[in-house]
T-cell receptor, first 112, second 113 residues
Framework: NAGVTQTPKFRILKIGQSMTLQCTQD?????MYWYRQDPGMGLKLIYY???????DKGEVPNGYNVSRSTTEDFPLRLELAAPSQTSVYFC???????????FGPGTRLTVT | ELKVEQNPLFLSMQEGKNYTIYCNYS?????LYWYRQDPGKSLESLFV?????AVKQEGRLMASLDTKARLSTLHITAAVHDLSATYFC?????????????FGKGTHLIIQP
């Protein structure tokens, strides 16, 4: 099993550009999550999904969108990138709400 | 709003010593998780604590949960250099709200020979 994979690993965006961060898991987990981690801080939840076709906002959803058309994939869309979105983005998945979350390797995004 | 506080945020200790990291949270929850993160890497699950009084041990690390005090501890016994990392506790707001976790800021642990 590859677990949770994320692409790209690094990306530099100009202000106002858009991009999609990809996340795929091969563990057949229903729950998937997107977090961002700013330097010296813990992770903050952006969006989550409890199954295909179902998504909901987390603590910091502004400036982001998600979709979940399949169990495996949970892409995160950044529209009109801003410097405040410079961060490391982690995707995670879990079997259920109670079980531990498995994290991907992260995408380091810089917006200049 | 659920708040999670870790203490200390930075810890430098010598090999062979014992120490405890504390994780306090502000609202009712009976699910708490500990993760480890190495520099520039992803998060690795260490412990899942799902009930009051839960205690888990793996090697030199032991975690416990007191839901009445809203407190979890991560105890390090006879520290070794390989345990140098950042340790996060995370709490599930089981009373409602988003299904994700609320993380503390992390404890940056350096273990020196």
């Amino acid at each position: 099993n590859a677990g949770v994979t994320q692409t790209p690993k690094f990306r530099i965006l100009k202000i106002g550009q858009s991009m999609t961060l990809q996340c795929t898991q091969d563990m057949n987990h229903n729950y998937m999550y997107w977090y961002r981690q700013d330097p010296g801080m813990g992770l903050k939840l952006i969006y989550y999904s409890v199954g295909a076709g179902i998504t909901d906002k987390g603590e910091v959803p502004n400036g982001y969108n998600v979709s979940r058309s399949t169990t495996e994939d949970f892409p995160l869309r950044l529209e009109l990138a801003a410097p405040s979105q410079t961060s490391v983005y982690f995707c995670a998945s879990s079997y259920s709400r109670v079980y531990e979350q498995y994290f991907g390797p992260g995408t380091r995004l810089t917006v200049t | 709003e659920l708040k999670v506080e870790q203490n200390p945020l930075f810890l430098s200790m010598q090999e062979g010593k014992n120490y405890t990291i504390y994780c306090n949270y502000s609202t009712t929850s009976d699910r708490l998780y500990w993760y480890r993160q190495d520099p520039g890497k992803s998060l690795e699950s260490l412990f899942v604590l799902l009930s009051n009084g839960a205690v888990k041990q793996e090697g030199r690390l032991m975690a416990s949960l007191d839901t009445k005090a809203r407190l979890s501890t991560l105890h390090i016994t006879a520290a070794v250099h390989d345990l140098s990392a950042t340790y996060f506790c995370a709490v599930d707001s089981s009373g409602g709200g988003a299904d994700g976790l609320t993380f503390g800021k992390g404890t940056h642990l350096i273990i020196q020979p």
